[in-house]
């Protein structure tokens, strides 16, 4: 499944760029169950991404992670496989604003566009 999650961040790296050449990026893949995205500008720390799994969207502990890093002033997205969304998206509901943004992508890694529900 790592491969999907790398895929993710490659293509969202090549999106940050394309988005703002300024912006800098590191990433971090962890056990190939996850990975995250952080986004700076100057040296400063805008925001993160958190690329997740089916089982890594499933921890709730996920939550506080997201909830802790939007409390330190940071923006937060969120990927995660097709099958999760519509469960994440409930999930994410419950935050007040402002809340992650939630992509999703197909098993290939492929970045789909945010659909209603």
Do not use: Q
């Amino acid at each position: 499944m790592g491969g999907a999650v790398e895929n993710v961040i490659m293509r969202r790296l090549d999106m940050i760029k394309a988005a703002d050449a300024e912006l800098e990026t590191r990433w971090e893949l962890f056990h190939g169950d996850w990975g995250i995205i952080e986004v700076s500008k100057d040296g400063e720390v805008m925001g993160f991404e958190f690329v997740e799994t089916a089982r890594s969207a499933a921890d709730h502990e996920r939550l506080a992670m997201y909830s802790s890093t939007i409390a330190a002033g940071n923006y937060v997205i969120v990927s995660v496989p097709e099958e999760s969304y519509l469960h994440t998206m409930t999930d994410l509901a419950m935050f007040p604003p402002p809340r992650p943004l939630l992509f999703c992508y197909d098993r290939w890694g492929n970045i789909k566009v945010p659909r209603c529900s």
